[in-house]
């Protein structure tokens, strides 16, 4: 094993297979089990009784929290699997019109969730001496009334916004030691709420998500409680050699008296503290600059990088505050040393900066599942997923994740872009009412106290489609500065002129549908590889055909019909029709669903690595791009990198070939052949090869070039020629070596003699895509020979790792080769990370792949486009 191939498997292990930091923050008691949920139209009692040990609970359901009301249905059997085939559409209260945003409807008025549903649970607390009990909720969708122990500690007009963080002083309330009720009786959002919306992207619930969506837990203190520590990082100008801290956090007189109080600091063997008086009641906050506390500007810091470009070094500020000479409260928080700015370049376009230096974003939007459960298992995976395919950044577009995901991207180097959702009431400002102002000013304020630390994240979309009118504006930006906002913002994910500050230098142009590989390259109006386009696709993303079976009801595999439609989107996305028709004309027409899944996955690499490379290669007169979307809410035929079963396809793997960080590639424009060098290093003494081979195998053309790669660099290095001879569907082969003979990069394109041409969009009805005007052909790709292809595998010790060695002995190329690793019992095992996949050998060509999969595998399954499938059995193991 090659020392590069050694070092990525290192880098993605500990996510593979146990992530540190999960567990429960120290002081916190999180109340997640031992919940139960009814409908208040099923109840008779009142909130004064069903939070009393007196009520006893009959047919209420199981439930855990976090959670939504529909959720739990699910979890508790009460409906049939809502992901599979039709029956989400056969859910009560799904009677809205397929595709439409249910967001901006009313809830069915027989609908079994358009009443308040009950949460309830029993606890135990146990506060110190004297000491106090706080309840806090980190999330509630839509408004809530909240008792204790028969006592309203708040009612639905204090508790409303999904987005919005509550604490609540329950001490009067609690019994020592005893029994404890909560019950919280929540309702679900209206149209004209500030909720979450799934947009167009897949169905929404019928209870629209409401619940208890995020964490609930108690946490205890003395009189004076501390809160919201933070810690905002200011390097020098480069190189950075000192990194000055400011600390902030809040001291809070919970008592009824006036307070002496002395706040104390460390990080690592840093120390400084700071006493201050409080008022009965009063809320303080205290702020140790790098001026009053010289120890806070450190030298040399070990700063936090993105992934691939350095290490992601994290600290612990460790805060303590002592009350009249005894501790009232402490807290951890785990930050890293890092400055996230952003400025406008030349030309306009938005360039965001870690620690000075440009940075290329290339990601995904974020979907959590539809009903909102979260899994810290899953979410391991998925970053894991997200990390393995090169890629540093993730998009929320409303339904900021949680502490623990954001955790994982700190400890990933994964960059979060967050900001609040479209196509809702969150941009009707016209409609708003005070009230709404309110409750988006104070969400804003709850979201960037909570993640400001992380240093993932990198900037807030204010606004999301349009930026909002000056009145939000004024407000979110009063918010950003009362909260040491530390990074960029801005008003909008579009290139649309905000109210006040300076233009976003973003666009948000699509497309969302299909357009072929050229398109990224020759289009500069729309969606074409210049700026940053803050959401874009090349269209459906069809699963592999184990994952449609399981989606999918066997009777409706094949045709297409409204079953997978179903499964699309919403508006103009409800339908796979041009996707199809650009296969058909591409590939041919698929002769059944096996062959439709297998042109779907080479329709996705070619597309997602072409988007991808043209950003790559074009940097930094495109800034950024955000693939929409990374993943799914639910089992989807469009927009993801990667299916809600976690197969990866197509796209996922030409996603990772064209981020690979020190890359080779090929231009659909001009014929160049670029590398493209993604470290923050430069490599001297490379060599470039490039061939062209003929369908048949026989070659036309090859060429080696040496260079040199400057740092975070584009260059082009040679042109391919048109050679006479070339069959109408051809391949091109590039390799990049380093002066050592190691191989840092592979590519393989299958070409076409017919160029792919793009029309005009049309205004309004072709917003979403380019219609394509000739199409290349590569029909001849479904008769290529069959190749012969030998397959075996070995297990490796100590990395727990599987060699998969693929050999092509024939006089046809191999091409398109998937594989799967697989359990004793036949079926493939998932996740699993592959180095490389949808493999091409030319003949003679020989191939060592490595997997990386929990359990370990005991067969690898190969299959090409034009190889057979085989099982080859994991031999004995090499040390």
Request: include cysteine.
């Amino acid at each position: 094993m090659n020392a590069r191939k050694h070092a990525c498997l290192v880098a993605v292990e500990f996510f593979l297979l146990a992530m540190p930091g999960l567990a429960a923050e120290p002081g916190k008691i999180m109340l997640t089990e031992a919940w139960e949920i009814q409908s208040s139209a099923k109840i008779k009692a009142r909130g004064e009784a069903i939070s009393t040990t007196d009520f006893k609970p009959a047919d209420w359901h199981k439930a855990t929290v976090p959670s939504t009301v529909v959720g739990c249905l699910v979890e508790d059997k009460v409906y049939p699997d809502p992901f599979f085939g039709t029956n989400l559409r056969s859910m009560p209260g799904m009677s809205y019109p397929v595709g439409a945003n249910f967001s901006l409807r009313k809830m069915p008025s027989d609908s079994p969730f358009h009443s308040s549903w009950w949460y309830r649970t029993e606890f135990k607390a146990l506060p110190p001496k004297d000491g106090l009990v706080w309840l806090n909720f980190e999330g509630i969708n839509y408004r809530a009334n909240v008792w204790v122990n028969g006592k309203l500690v708040a009612n639905d007009k204090q508790v409303a916004g999904s987005y919005r963080a509550y604490e609540f002083n329950i001490t009067d309330a609690v019994h020592t030691g005893a029994t404890n009720v909560l019950a919280v009786e929540v309702f679900p959002p209206e149209p004209d709420n500030l909720g979450i919306t799934w947009v167009d992207w897949n169905p929404a619930p019928p209870d629209k998500d409401m619940g208890l969506w995020r964490e609930v837990y108690l946490t205890t203190s003395g009189p004076v409680a501390l809160r919201y520590p933070q810690v905002v990082t200011k390097l020098d100008a480069a190189p950075s050699d000192k990194a000055r801290l400011t600390v902030y956090a809040e001291l809070r007189n919970a008592g009824a008296k006036p307070a002496k109080a002395t706040l104390r600091g460390a990080i690592e063997d840093i120390e400084f503290e700071q006493s201050v008086e409080l008022a009965a009641g009063e809320s303080k906050q205290v702020t140790f600059t790098p001026e009053q506390f010289p120890q806070l500007a450190f030298s040399h810091p070990k700063l936090w990088w993105p992934t691939l470009i350095g290490p992601q070094t994290l600290y612990d500020l460790k805060l303590e505050v002592k009350a009249d000479g005894e501790i009232s409260d402490h807290d951890t928080i785990r930050f890293g040393m890092r400055e996230a700015t952003s400025e406008l370049n030349a030309q306009g376009y938005r360039v965001f900066k870690i620690n000075g230096q440009p940075v290329l974003l290339r990601g995904g939007g974020w979907a959590p599942d539809m009903f909102l459960r979260s899994s810290a298992t899953r979410e391991q995976q998925e970053i894991a997923y997200v990390q393995d395919m090169n890629l540093n950044a993730i998009r929320f577009e409303g339904k900021t994740e949680s502490d623990r995901f954001l955790n994982l991207c700190d400890q990933a180097g994964i960059m979060v872009i967050a900001g609040w959702c479209c196509c809702d009431f969150w941009e009707q400002w016209p409609k708003w009412k005070e009230a709404d102002y309110d409750i988006a000013a104070q969400s804003l304020r709850d979201q960037a106290r909570r993640i400001r630390n992380h240093p993932c994240v990198i900037t807030w979309w204010y606004g999301s489609d349009n930026p909002p009118n000056a009145k939000a504006e004024k407000n979110y930006l009063a918010v950003l500065k009362e909260v040491h906002w530390p990074n960029s913002a801005q008003s909008s994910a579009s290139g649309k002129p905000s109210k006040a500050g300076e233009p976003t230098g973003i666009r948000m142009t699509g497309p969302y549908e299909y357009v072929p590989p050229v398109y990224w390259y020759v289009d500069n109006k729309a969606g074409g590889a210049y700026s940053f386009n803050t959401e874009t696709s090349c269209g459906p993303a069809i699963p592999p055909i184990e994952s449609l079976r399981q989606m999918l009801p066997a009777d409706h595999l094949w045709p297409i019909d409204d079953f997978w439609s179903y499964h699309a989107g919403g508006g103009p996305f409800k339908h796979l029709d041009i996707f199809t028709e650009a296969m058909t004309k591409r590939l041919g027409a698929a002769a059944n669903v096996e062959d439709y899944a297998r042109k779907a996955q080479l329709m996705a690499y070619d597309g997602e690595r072409a988007m991808f490379e043209a950003y790559g290669r074009n940097k930094f007169n495109s800034t950024g791009v955000i693939q929409w979307m990374m993943n799914n809410a639910w089992p989807s035929m469009i927009w993801h990198l990667y299916d809600y079963y976690l197969r990866p396809g197509g796209g996922y793997f030409g996603a990772k070939k064209a981020c690979e960080p020190l890359h080779i590639q090929y231009s659909y424009d001009d014929r160049s052949v670029v590398v493209v060098n993604g470290y923050y290093q430069e490599f001297k003494n490379l060599k470039a090869t490039a061939e062209i081979f003929n369908l048949d195998a026989s070659q036309k053309f090859s060429q080696q070039t040496n260079l040199d790669a400057g740092a975070n660099s584009s260059t082009r290095i040679l042109t391919l020629p048109v050679p006479d001879g070339l069959s109408p569907t051809y391949f091109v082969r590039l390799a990049l070596e380093d002066d050592k003979g190691q191989t840092w990069s592979r590519n393989f394109y299958w070409l076409s003699t017919q160029a792919e041409t793009l029309g005009e969009p049309k205004e309004n009805s072709d917003w979403y895509y380019t219609p394509t005007r000739q199409f290349a052909d590569f029909t001849a790709l479904s008769n290529l020979p069959p190749a012969e292809l030998k397959v075996s595998a070995r297990r490796v010790k100590p990395e727990q790792t599987t060699l998969v060695y693929l050999w092509n002995p024939g006089r046809t190329p191999a091409f398109f080769v998937r594989l799967k690793v697989m359990h004793a019992e036949g079926e493939e095992i998932l996740p699993a990370l592959w180095e490389d996949n949808y493999i091409s050998l030319m003949p003679g060509e020989k191939r060592e792949i490595s997997v990386r999969c929990a359990p370990q595998p005991r067969a690898v399954e190969a299959q090409g486009w034009n190889t057979a499938r085989q099982n080859a059995p994991i031999m004995g193991e090499i040390y």
